[in-house]
């Protein structure tokens, strides 16, 4: 099995967005244990938000992982692989995206960091091409019963 598959779009945007996307993510780690230290620190609310949306999309995250299973890659598969329908799959079709996506947010809300804002932006943006990308390929490679099921399960939620 193949880790790294193909880039939905140009490689520059792929994998900056995906780099950026992780870039926020340590450093709302990093300034949860005050090792990266932001001139904005949240109150209270703000930090209980950052929480909630960095633990629901680290679970959703997980749990994504784990329906794909051995169809996980960063980008799109070389190799046959099956549709997967099952789990949160049956309500979005990008689960995994949606939790990169709460994870991104919670480091803007956490930080509030125009830097870290626009680089999150950034990468939840380029995550939605990636999407754009991969919904024409599996519609591509699994014709009438991927088309199906996008009538059937919204992109995100």
């Avoid at 598959?5 to 945007?13: D, Y």
């Avoid at 780690?29 to 629901?56: D, M, R």
């Avoid at 190799?79 to 994870?103: A, C, Q, V």
Wanted: charged share 15%.
């Amino acid at each position: 099995m193949d880790l790294i598959g193909k880039a939905t779009l140009h490689p520059l945007f792929f994998y900056t967005g995906k780099i950026f996307g992780y870039i926020t993510w340590i450093l709302f780690i990093l300034s949860i244990f005050n090792i990266f230290i932001i001139s904005n620190q949240p109150n209270e609310f703000l930090k209980i938000t950052s929480y909630a949306l960095f633990a629901i999309g680290l679970i959703i995250v997980c749990i994504s992982l784990i329906n794909l299973g051995r169809s996980t890659r960063l980008g799109l598969p070389l190799e046959n692989t099956t549709l997967k329908i099952n789990g949160l799959y049956r309500f979005s079709r990008n689960p995994m995206y949606l939790g990169f996506d709460l994870l991104t947010l919670a480091s803007i809300v956490f930080t509030a960091d125009i830097i870290i804002a626009m680089i999150g932006i950034y990468s939840i943006i380029i995550y939605h091409f990636i999407i754009i990308g991969e919904e024409k390929f599996l519609e591509k490679r699994f014709g009438i019963d991927y088309i199906s099921y996008k009538k059937k399960v919204r992109r995100y939620i």
